[in-house]
């Protein structure tokens, strides 16, 4: 098989796939390998890989899944683009989401809803939710993704993959169209773990145009793998298995922390508080982040500019209010009323103290443990519709992902069976720059499912 009918195969493959499972918001027509591909230097050369939509492309249309980005044309690649083209991986297209990645589900997007591959009537989880069912679905071998409560972790879980949201600061986020730029973080889905190491280690480490990315030198994180699970000291909340959480889905993930008992680790039982508080500290945090990051789409400089307006205010007014949809616009007004003179230090600031609580109590806890683990989500996928006019319960979904963002520490999801006929994730956390650990326990419950 060569780069080239590869290349070809996978795009005819994805726009047939894409009538059935609309995964895809942009297919690259006229994709091709890199010249001179290098198999043995590069591990990614001419392998097809699919992009979240608001990770932005050099002269390909990049609209997060927004009207407001409908004829966007980046003049450059993000720096996780740069890096694995440099790596020779081929570009075949651009992934469905929801709008500004602001969803759990994938039905806010202009382009329309995903389908779940396993079963086309269920949500397919969000926001990168065109990423893990094109993955799942077997068009691309990886995507990228990107993760600021559970955008790759949630996805994963309900399509039956593997998806890591790594350290905050680990991957440059230079070209990730911002929504809360302290908790967002690029990461990868792939079917198996070790293709996911393979490709953190192109895109992971420093980058002079992100000032939060670590400088920390970064391992073959492909070399954790097969060290067995032999003496792990592993944390397991009592809040990640209450009731709260679908009795399948917990019975799923039981039987994973059996078999790493079975197989020498030492399991112990944690309890993380805060956890009840998660949800209104993240969408406090989240949306205020994401008010202020979108301010700058005001239809002069590019984007949606709404027509027949008489002034200023006017172009700024029926632009976003044309170009952004619902959720985006709740979001908007939810931060920015977190953040106003009045409110602020009742909301914004409270939620901020919250946060380092929170950080707190994961440090505790790695102090005792090398990792924590349990479900991704509280249930496996749900019908498309059931929650979209229920905000409230949609936020609530992301209860057990939120944490991670808020911490800043590594997180991802691997498959641990079925609930229902439809894929349940289990969810490894580290402790900050540990996504090795992560690496090690993924593959290990991965060769024995
Ligand atoms: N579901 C969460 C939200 O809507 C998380 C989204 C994300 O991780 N990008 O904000």
Not at 87 to 94: C, E, I, L, R, S
Not at 101 to 106: E, K, L
């Amino acid at each position: 098989l060569s780069a080239d009918k590869l290349t070809k195969d996978t795009v005819a493959n994805i726009k047939d796939e894409n009538k059935k499972l609309n995964a895809w918001i942009t297919v690259a027509d006229d994709a091709k390998p890199a010249e001179n591909l290098d198999f043995s230097k590069n591990k990614l050369a001419g392998i097809p890989i699919g992009i979240k939509d608001n990770i932005t492309t050099k002269g390909v249309k990049t609209t997060a899944a927004s009207h407001m980005l409908y004829n966007y044309v980046p003049v450059f690649d993000a720096t996780v683009i740069s890096k694995l083209k440099k790596a020779q991986a081929t570009f075949v297209g651009k992934t469905n989401m929801d709008e500004f990645a602001m969803g759990s589900s994938t039905e806010h997007s202009y382009y329309g809803p995903t389908h779940n591959p396993w079963n086309l009537d269920k949500v397919p989880g969000g926001s990168s939710g065109g990423s893990a069912a094109a993955v799942a679905s077997g068009q691309v071998v990886a995507a990228l993704g990107s993760d600021t409560g559970g955008s790759i972790r949630q996805p994963a879980a309900f399509n039956g993959i593997f998806g890591i949201k790594p350290t905050y600061g680990r991957v440059s986020r230079w070209g990730l169209i911002a929504f809360s730029s302290s908790l967002d973080q690029i990461g990868v889905l792939t079917k198996r773990a070790k293709d996911s190491a393979e490709i953190l280690n192109v895109i992971a480490g420093s980058d002079d145009r992100d000032s939060t990315v670590s400088e920390k030198e970064v391992p073959d994180f492909t070399s954790f793998i097969g060290q067995g699970v032999k003496g792990l000291r592993i944390g397991v909340p009592k809040e990640y298995m209450s009731d709260a959480v679908d009795e399948k889905v917990r019975a799923a993930v039981q039987k994973q922390i059996d078999f790493l008992k079975a197989n020498g680790a030492i399991i112990n039982k944690v309890s993380l508080p805060l956890t009840k508080y998660v949800v209104p500290t993240y969408y406090i945090i989240a949306s205020s982040e994401a008010s202020s990051n979108l301010q700058r789409y005001d239809g002069i400089r590019y984007g949606y500019r709404a027509k027949d307006t008489k002034s200023l205010v006017d172009v700024y007014v029926k632009s976003r209010s044309e170009g952004f949809g619902p959720e985006v616009k709740r979001r908007i007004m939810l931060g920015s009323f977190a953040l106003s003179a009045g409110s602020y230090d009742k909301f914004f600031k409270q939620a901020a103290k919250v946060r380092t609580l929170i950080c707190n109590e994961f440090d505790k806890i790695f102090a005792d443990n090398d990792i924590i683990v349990g479900p991704t989500t509280t249930t496996p996928a749900f019908d498309i519709g059931s929650e979209i006019s229920d905000p409230i319960k949609m936020y609530n979904n992301d209860i057990l992902t939120i944490s991670a963002n808020l911490a800043g520490i590594p997180a991802a999801s691997v498959p641990a069976g079925l609930a229902d006929g439809m894929p349940v994730g289990f969810q490894i956390m580290a402790k900050r720059f540990d996504e090795g650990n992560i690496f090690r326990v993924a593959d290990f419950i991965e060769r024995n499912n």
